[in-house]
């Protein structure tokens, strides 16, 4: 591999560079976190050796991570974690900026491999990774399973969602974890905001944009009420949406229902239904006995990481042969006389029909990132091959960095308060076991 031939960025269209650069300065005056890190760090060059390979969804937002690490000391080479949800304009500023950078929007699976595998190694020498940032687990699994030898050199791994931090404990379990690696997804800064706040914006971004369906009145079933399905289901009752909820744990399951969801199972809910969307970050949520039951222009989509939330290969396999595109990442397929309408292929929909979730709270999840690569960069030795959390100081720092962007104003405990309630002034505020 590491003899081929190097190419130093591919993208859609590099004279997109200049619209990407004007967003990425917007996007800049909406990610303090990020910008405070490299005003608080830059000048100590925290990152200095780090060959970082990044693979996670290239927007705007990843833009500003990405130039944030190289501001840190850095090498930075990266592809994206889902074939719909590059940004096109960000990846050519990136690639511009002379990062190498391996993405656009509508690549297929077997470009998608060819864009990871490009990132494991820097520049004509072909240097090889020492760090990964990662998002869903591809970059991980490609460099575990078929790139063993480069673990020896990897210092740790950062990763991103839901269902890449499933991967990693599995990989714990069984002993395949060959590097320390941060769950950055279950900093509350990060699952409580990207997660939750996140979705309430974008979910209902993405199906407006998608289908310039009236959602008022619409009757919406979101499948699962973790932090992702809370935030989709708001976004939709924000839209006056009737919103009905599936669920598997009890507990999530009276969460719904005392925030006055309809809790049913997805049997009885889909035949009224107008939209499901997925949230689960499982498989096989949505089956062909619910699709034999939808009605005419059920719109079906997923907010979870992967297409298979949805059962994809069955509908391709039964109905593919009546599909037809309306536009990109907008397919019809008729199952007996009724037209149900999926968007994005099943894939993650809020990126392959939209922009995502917003830089400010985007900016959160990613200063998680950033300070996760600086500790494992900096402190590997105090690591095993396990997962860890960051601690709950850096996830209060995490949020105190976004408060005045907001306007937001902090009361400061007495030392008499403090003692009271046996905490320190300064922080941190609450025990490890809290649930906020």
Same mark, same amino acid.
């Not at 109905?319 to 037209?339: A, F, L, M, R, S």
């Not at 996760?372 to 100081?393: D, G, M, R």
């Given at each position: 591999?590491n ?11 590099i ?8 967003? &990425?300065?917007l ?7 990020l910008m405070?890190?490299?005003?608080e760090?830059?000048?100590l060059?925290?990152?200095?050796? %780090?060959?970082?390979?990044?693979c ?9 991570l990405?130039e ?6 850095? $090498? ?10 590059t940004q096109?304009? /960000? ?14 929007? +509508? ?18 020498e072909?240097?090889?990774?020492n760090?990964?940032l990662?998002?869903?687990?591809d ?5 575990f399973?078929?790139?063993p $030898?480069?673990?020896?050199e990897?210092?740790g791994?950062?990763e991103?969602?839901t269902?890449g ?8 379990? *069984?002993g ?8 950055? *997804? ?11 706040y996140?979705c309430?914006?974008? /979910?209902?971004d993405?199906?407006r ?8 009145g619409k009757?919406?079933?979101v499948? +699962? ?10 976004s939709f009752r924000? %839209?006056g ?5 599936t669920?598997i744990?009890?507990?999530?399951a009276?969460?719904? /229902?005392?925030?006055?969801?309809e809790?049913?199972t997805?049997?009885?809910l889909?035949?009224? /239904?107008?939209?499901?969307?997925t949230?689960t970050?499982?498989?096989?949520i ?6 034999m039951?939808?009605k005419d222009?059920?719109i ?10 949805i ?8 109905? +593919? ?8 990442q907008?397919? &019809?397929?008729?199952?007996?006389? *009724?037209?149900?309408?999926?968007l994005a292929? +099943? ?8 922009t995502?979730h917003?830089s400010?709270?985007?900016s ?8 996760a690569?600086?500790?494992l960069?900096?402190n ?9 959390t960051?601690?709950?100081k850096?996830?209060?720092?995490v949020? %105190?960095?976004h408060?005045k962007?907001?306007?937001v $104003?902090?009361e ?15 922080g941190?505020f609450?025990?490890?076991?809290y649930?906020y």
């Amino acid at each position: 591999m590491n003899n081929k031939h190097y190419v130093p960025y591919k993208v859609k269209d590099i004279s997109l560079a200049d619209w990407g650069r004007k967003e &990425i300065k917007l996007a800049e005056a909406e990610m303090p976190g990020l910008m405070a890190i490299r005003q608080e760090y830059g000048h100590l060059q925290p990152l200095k050796g %780090a060959r970082i390979a990044g693979c996670l969804h290239m927007t705007i937002q990843t833009a500003v991570l990405i130039e944030t690490l190289v501001a840190l000391g850095a $090498e930075v080479s990266w592809s994206s974690c889902n074939i719909f949800s590059t940004q096109d304009h /960000a990846a050519a500023a990136i690639a511009s900026a002379g990062i190498p950078v391996y993405a656009w929007k +509508g690549m297929n699976e077997k470009e998608f491999d060819w864009c990871i595998e490009q990132t494991l190694f820097f520049g004509e020498e072909r240097k090889p990774l020492n760090m990964i940032l990662d998002d869903g687990g591809d970059l991980t699994n490609m460099v575990f399973d078929r790139y063993p $030898e480069l673990a020896k050199e990897i210092k740790g791994l950062s990763e991103e969602t839901t269902t890449g931090v499933h991967r990693l404990y599995e990989r714990m379990k *069984n002993g395949t974890l060959l590097v320390p690696a941060i769950n950055v *997804n279950d900093s509350v800064t990060k699952s409580k905001f990207d997660n939750k706040y996140g979705c309430r914006e974008s /979910a209902v971004d993405a199906v407006r944009r998608a289908t310039d369906v009236m959602l008022a009145g619409k009757r919406v079933v979101v499948c +699962g009420y973790g932090d992702v399905g809370k935030g989709t289901a708001a976004s939709f009752r924000g %839209a006056g949406a009737i919103v009905s909820v599936t669920e598997i744990d009890p507990i999530c399951a009276l969460q719904a /229902a005392m925030e006055g969801y309809e809790v049913k199972t997805l049997d009885t809910l889909v035949e009224t /239904a107008d939209i499901i969307i997925t949230t689960t970050g499982n498989r096989d949520i949505v089956q062909e006995k619910h699709f034999m039951k939808m009605k005419d222009k059920t719109i079906v989509c997923n907010i979870g990481h992967f297409d298979n939330e949805i059962d994809m290969a069955w509908l391709n396999k039964a109905y +593919g042969n009546t599909k037809y595109e309306v536009k990109p990442q907008v397919d &019809i397929y008729n199952i007996n006389g *009724n037209e149900i309408i999926i968007l994005a292929e +099943g894939r993650l929909v809020n990126l392959g029909c939209a922009t995502g979730h917003p830089s400010f709270v985007m900016s959160n999840s990613f200063s998680n990132q950033t300070l996760a690569q600086i500790e494992l960069w900096t402190n590997s030795e105090a690591y095993k091959n396990e997962v860890y959390t960051l601690p709950k100081k850096l996830d209060e720092k995490v949020a %105190a960095l976004h408060l005045k962007k907001i306007g937001v $104003e902090l009361e400061t405990l007495t030392p008499v308060q403090a003692k009271y309630i046996g905490v320190e002034v300064e922080g941190p505020f609450k025990p490890d076991y809290y649930r906020y």
